[in-house]
């Protein structure tokens, strides 16, 4: 397993990282996963075994089931986690226990704390854009937390670049830790995160976090353009996250025949490519069986050729939009060729 820097830093996190939306079952979430406390403990078991040290979850998922099983699946091995968990989703029937206000915030972290067995999370994440609360108060409420201990950094998720930039700017200009790493959907059949989200990642040095980087099970090899698939899939039951299909499965085409060529499995190829791509911080994988699993464990391990990532790269590459296509072109010419040595 190859360990990354988690953006600016000193945090070092595994390449892969293990997702446990399918923990528990709870309520909506039955659609993801349905796992118990002892299948749980075998895939968890599993993945630090492998060499990840990095752990995700959130407190919404199966209503705060999958941090519970969590927590009590890592026992003794807690403190060699990254653990993740974030924080937006509504928890319970009230006005006020959903969202990133400061109450909202400062109550859904002491119930985190006690679901994981815990008294600090590694890598605290805000997740998505609150309307409503103004980011200054999320972020001061947030800074409070580190200075506490509670909260050793600070991540976000599902934002816009505007919401991103805005949050940095506010952080630095008051002083306050701001977002070190973004969790984003960024997969072959979507690479919108391309246009605006990337630059910024990079430019900003924030660590990229990915999520559902199967599309929800349509790059695993399991659908066809027909409609036709194993019966067995998230997609099944809840086709998410969106995508262009007819584009998504002329990818896959390409997926397989190149997992032919190397024998290797479509997931893998999927992994694979991410992990390629110099912004990927971490993939979140995700997994119901020790089969999935142990499939897509050896994604890191899958070299994709120059040739190979060309075919990828064509087949899924994005149609250019302005300003894209203006600022390619007035850039052209604007830095002078290399002398030749």
């Known amino acids: 397993m190859r360990y990354k820097q988690l953006g600016r830093t000193g945090l070092l996190v595994s390449e892969l990282c293990f997702g446990t939306m399918t923990f528990g079952g709870k ?23 492998a060499g990840i040290n990095f752990i995700d979850t959130a407190n919404v998922y199966s209503e705060g089931e999958s941090e519970t099983i ?36 400062m109550q859904a972290v002491e119930d985190s704390l006690t679901r994981l067995g815990t008294d600090y999370i590694d890598l605290y994440q805000i997740h998505g854009f609150d309307a409503l609360t103004p980011i200054e108060e999320t972020l001061r409420a947030l800074d ?21 930039m805005k949050s940095l700017w506010i952080a630095d200009k008051c002083s306050l830790h701001r977002f070190e790493s973004l969790q984003a959907y960024y997969t072959l059949a979507g690479r919108d995160l ?13 660590g990229l976090m990915v999520w559902s980087p199967l599309a929800g099970g349509l790059l695993s090899g399991k659908y066809d353009r027909d409609g036709k698939d194993s019966g ?26 190149i997992a032919r060529d190397k024998n290797v499995t479509v997931p893998q190829i999927a992994l694979s490519w991410l992990l390629h791509q110099p912004v990927v911080t971490s993939v ?15 994604a890191p391990d899958v070299q994709l050729s120059a040739e190979e990532l060309a075919r990828l790269q064509e087949v899924s590459e994005l149609p250019e939009e302005y300003p894209g296509w203006m600022l390619k072109r007035q850039s052209m010419n604007r830095f002078p060729e290399k002398e030749e040595v």
């Open 144 to 164: 409070d937390l580190v200075h506490s201990g509670k909260v050793r950094y600070l991540g976000c998720s599902n934002l816009a670049a505007w919401q991103l």
């Open 284 to 298: 979140i994988i995700g997994a119901t069986t020790i089969e999935q699993l142990t499939d897509n464990l050896v």
């Open 27 to 49: 309520g909506f979430w039955s659609v993801i996963g349905q796992l118990p406390q002892d299948a749980a403990d075998t895939l968890v078991g599993r993945v630090l075994d």
């Open 194 to 206: 391309e246009r605006e989200v990337v630059p910024l990642l990079q430019d900003q040095n924030l």
């Open 232 to 257: 067995e899939g998230r997609r099944v039951n809840f086709d998410f996250p969106p995508v262009a299909k007819e584009r998504a499965f002329n990818v896959v085409d390409v997926m397989r025949d």
């Open 70 to 105: 969590l927590g009590k699946a890592l026992r003794q091995r807690r403190k060699d986690v990254v653990l993740a968990t974030k924080v937006f989703g509504r928890m319970g029937p009230g006005p006020n226990e959903v969202g990133l206000s400061r109450g909202h915030i």
